[in-house]
């Protein structure tokens, strides 16, 4: 992987697929390891975690904001939650030294400056910003200060803090950044996406553009592809059912081999913006109507309409160009059926 790692795959030119683990572990590093190995085997491009403490996000409060009311993690507060689901720093080592092994290209999101530090000494090779940092320079600033890729998702900003924060960026030394379409609802509803915003981001920052979804609809993510996607990042686990912290919008391995399959699919015909004949098409033009002299013309005579046909296949004159000949004089005698030519005629 080069410094380009977001632009779409070389030679096949479709998404990079990327794993996210997040709390999928269950606090087991061993855990850890085998899902990050199990979704390479089926179709990740790469594995993302995320790195973080609960003093990372929050802090330890009763107050009533503090705490989680309704959807997946009812009944949590924000502190249990994030203490709960955490990758621990201890096991960056371990994570790192497995991902070289098996040259699975791991990466991380972190939550705050001192995460970004941790990360650094496994020489994490790029990093994520989740939608709900957005606004945190410290983080921002750490992330692109170490002049490795960027991914930022953009969900819950508008358009002018969005700009806000690719100039910010950009000013601390990122140059290679993929800003990525996000719905931050778990699990985000097919009517709450907003596809289109994927080729409006690669145009109006000038950068690679993608999709963090938390669907478990396929379909969104072959539309984002087709859109031109350079990334699309997804939850991933072995077993739904397990009930793991993020596990109601994690993909299964067969799901995650669909995808991959899927997006190539729709690589293959994507072609270029521009209108292109294949050899087949260029073949196949032989078989399309053309204009055949069906009443023969002596030396010098004039072709009139009815000397004419167009019929298929297409070995002669191009339907469009007949009336440039009516009124022409024959250069030599032609014989119907016969297909007619331009250079036949004064």
Not at 69 to 98: E, I, N, V
Request: aromatic residues 8%; proline residues 5%; charged residues 20%.
């Amino acid at each position: 992987m080069n410094k380009q790692l977001f632009a779409p795959l070389q030679g096949e030119k479709r998404p990079l697929l990327v794993a996210e683990l997040s709390g999928n572990h269950e606090g087991s590093l061993e855990r850890a390891l085998y899902l990050m190995q199990l979704a390479a085997a089926n179709g990740a491009d790469a594995v993302k975690i995320q790195t973080y403490t609960a003093d990372s996000l929050t802090i330890d409060c009763a107050r009533a904001e503090f705490q989680i009311h309704g959807g997946l993690w009812d009944g949590y507060s924000q502190y249990s939650l994030y203490d709960h689901a955490k990758t621990p720093p201890q096991w960056l080592p371990d994570l790192f030294a497995c991902a070289r092994e098996h040259r699975i290209f791991l990466f991380s999101s972190p939550f705050a400056p001192k995460d970004v530090e941790a990360l650094e000494k496994v020489d994490c090779p790029a990093y994520k910003i989740a939608s709900f940092e957005l606004s945190y320079r410290d983080l921002l600033a750490a992330c692109a200060q170490t002049g490795k890729p960027l991914i930022i998702s953009t969900g819950l900003a508008d358009a002018k803090e969005i700009s806000r924060t690719v100039d910010f960026v950009r000013a601390k030394g990122c140059m290679d950044l993929t800003l990525l379409a996000c719905v931050s609802q778990y699990p985000a509803p097919p009517e709450s996406f907003n596809l289109r915003a994927i080729p409006y981001l690669q145009q109006t920052f000038g950068c690679a553009a993608g999709l963090s979804s938390h669907s478990l609809n396929l379909d969104i993510d072959i539309a984002a592809s087709a859109l031109g996607a350079a990334l699309i990042e997804k939850h991933f686990t072995d077993d739904r059912q397990r009930g793991s912290v993020d596990a109601a919008f994690s993909l299964e391995p067969a799901e995650w081999r669909q995808l991959a399959a899927r997006t190539r699919i729709v690589a293959t015909a994507l072609g270029q913006a521009q209108i292109v004949l294949t050899q087949a098409d260029q073949d196949l033009r032989n078989y399309r109507r053309s204009i055949y002299l069906v009443k023969s013309l002596k030396p010098g005579e004039v072709l009139t309409k009815a000397h004419t046909k167009a019929v298929r296949p297409g070995w002669g004159l191009d339907p469009f160009l007949l009336e440039d000949l009516i009124g022409k004089r024959a250069r030599r005698a032609l014989s119907a059926p016969c297909p007619l030519m331009l250079e036949d005629f004064e």
